[in-house]
């Protein structure tokens, strides 16, 4: 610079032309360094935002599969209800016609109770030592009662004797398989042999002195009408004929043509 210099005041001219230079470098390396200083602080804090919004994107999918596994649970819960609700109707129908078949089968029976009265009662009474005894036991026995009746098939009782769906039913239902034996109760008169309706297959036997006995819904009746049966003898078999809401036997007793209630007269 000095050599190739014209004057003194060039040499000073150059060399604070080189000093602004140098000054100029400085703030441009001081700037370089700031800005390197700046994409590293930016870097580390993209860093960052990246941890967050892998963190987020993680609590996002987490709570997705929550709320799908909700809906699947509240889809599953709703189809139950509405299942649960179609089960309840179903058997509020079931129930319906069970209670009106039950009304059916009462209107039916009380209908031809009073035919069967007016055929006992037409009959002449012959002595008999059965009597009634009040209320007995409801679980079958083969040991004849005071009254001397025998339980004409071992089963539990579905349905007493009384008032039901406000008409009389006038015997018990037992309620035994299909094709069970049915026995006499006692021995006696066989006086109707076939079908009644409400009864279906009805066998009534006259044992004397006012009683008599009736198995009503049989499924095929074993004896003939008129024919002298002893208690215990076979004299049809379980069914459910005439109004009737599943298999059993209808029994009654009567007296003098009434139905009475059978626990009074059965062990």
């Not at 994107?57 to 599969?65: D, G, H, K, L, T």
């Not at 006259?206 to 009746?221: E, K, L």
Request: aromatic fraction near 6%; proline fraction near 4%; glycine fraction near 10%.
């Amino acid at each position: 610079m000095v050599l190739a210099a014209r004057s003194f005041q060039d040499v000073l001219d150059q060399l604070d032309y080189l000093g602004a230079v140098a000054t100029q470098d400085k703030n441009v390396a001081a700037k370089v360094r700031t800005a390197k200083h700046q994409v590293k602080v930016a870097r580390r804090q993209t860093a960052s935002v990246r941890t967050g919004v892998r963190q987020e994107a993680q609590v996002i999918s987490a709570r997705a599969q929550q709320a799908a596994i909700l809906r699947g649970e509240l889809l599953t819960t709703k189809g139950q209800l509405a299942s649960t609700r179609q089960d309840k109707s179903r058997t509020l129908v079931i129930t319906k016609k069970q209670v009106q078949d039950e009304i059916d089968e009462s209107q039916a029976l009380s209908s031809a109770s009073a035919s069967l009265a007016a055929k006992l009662r037409a009959r002449s009474d012959v002595p008999s030592s059965l009597s009634s005894s009040g209320s007995g036991s409801s679980a079958p026995s083969s040991a004849p009662s005071s009254s001397g009746l025998i339980w004409p098939v071992s089963a539990p009782i579905t349905s007493p004797f009384g008032m039901r769906w406000g008409t009389l039913h006038p015997g018990l239902d037992l309620g035994a398989p299909y094709g069970s034996a049915i026995h006499a109760a006692a021995s006696g008169t066989v006086v109707w042999c076939g079908w009644m309706s409400g009864y279906g297959n009805l066998v009534m036997i006259d044992h004397g002195g006012g009683i008599a006995t009736a198995y009503g819904h049989q499924s095929r009746i074993a004896v003939s009408c008129n024919q002298q049966v002893s208690q215990g003898q076979v004299i049809g078999y379980v069914g459910s004929t005439g109004y009737s809401t599943g298999p059993h036997l209808h029994f009654e007793v009567r007296l003098n043509g009434t139905p009475v209630d059978p626990l009074g007269y059965l062990p």
